[in-house]
């Protein structure tokens, strides 16, 4: 073998070597990845991170905590589940909204401040000092109610603190059957059992009626207009007449519930 084919033999080889090695002249790594894929994996990375960063900017909403009690069904319902809770309660400076949201949170019902307090404002309502130990939900909240001059009112199956002309609502029109009460007492003589001479002349005792304490209507609207709500009667809208069958009176709702538990009381006295 001659010494050129020798020469040109070691330069192809030389050559192979080189083109299996990096650039730094050491072998090639299998395992490794070329640049190319490199980024894309590192592209691929960042992705999450990048989401994730994304969800941590956006506002946490808080989910709304179920009601664990179905709504009431009118405002004597809702007073009847708050007075069957026991609590104890230590206020020092609570705020009135913060009151009620107590109250709301230990009903298990809705209990808010109403609309129209809240278009008037409650700003000026002072913070509320007390310490009760083992009352009823339904003491606590009057208190509240009487600390704050609220009202309680009961609408859209929500018990409402609101304020006290909210709370009478609109006058209403009702007509009350009061003729058993007015009604004359019809007096039927009895048979004459006195001995008489033969020829004396017997007199026949008319039938009469005679009134009793209530037969005048007029007794029954000055005895209503003193005892239910004798400030209200003086409103616009609000009115009372009878006659001897029935009182046709355009009131309160709050003020004919009293009107109710006096014709009842008169009814029981007959």
């Known amino acids: 073998m001659t010494a050129r084919r020798l020469f040109s033999m070691m330069l192809v080889l030389a050559l192979s070597f080189s083109a299996r090695a990096g650039d730094d002249g050491k072998p090639a790594d299998p395992a490794k990845k070329p640049p190319a894929e490199a980024k894309t994996d590192a592209k ?19 989910a709304p905590t179920p009601l664990v009690r179905p709504a009431p069904v009118d405002l004597e319902d809702a007073l009847r589940r708050l007075a069957r809770t026991r609590v104890s309660v230590a206020f020092k400076e609570v705020k ?47 208190l509240v109610a009487q600390f704050s001059g609220t009202k309680f009112k009961f609408a859209d199956s929500i018990l409402q603190f609101t304020t006290p ?15 058993d009460l007015t009604m004359k007492l019809h007096n039927f003589p009895g048979p004459e059992l006195d001995l008489r001479p033969s020829n004396a002349e017997f007199v026949e005792t008319p ?15 000055e005895m209503i207009q003193r005892l239910c709500s004798p400030d209200s009667w003086t409103d616009k809208d609000v009115s009372i007449s009878a006659d001897e069958n029935k009182l046709i009176v355009k009131q309160y709702p709050e003020v004919h519930k009293e009107i109710a538990r006096i014709i009842a009381m008169l009814r029981a006295a007959r």
């Open 207 to 221: 039938e009469s009626d005679v009134e009793n304490a209530w037969s005048d209507p007029q007794k029954v609207i």
């Open 96 to 142: 009135f909204q913060e009151a009620v949201d107590y109250v709301r949170r230990v009903a298990g019902f809705n209990v808010m401040v109403s609309p129209v307090l809240q278009a008037k404002g409650v700003d000026g309502i002072l913070p509320i000092t007390m310490t009760l130990t083992d009352v009823s939900l339904r003491q606590l909240a009057e």
């Open 165 to 179: 002309e909210d709370a009478r609502g609109k006058p209403v029109l009702r007509i009350i059957a009061i003729g």
């Open 44 to 62: 691929k990375d960042a992705k999450p991170a990048a989401s994730t960063e994304a969800k941590e900017k956006k506002p946490a909403v808080a």
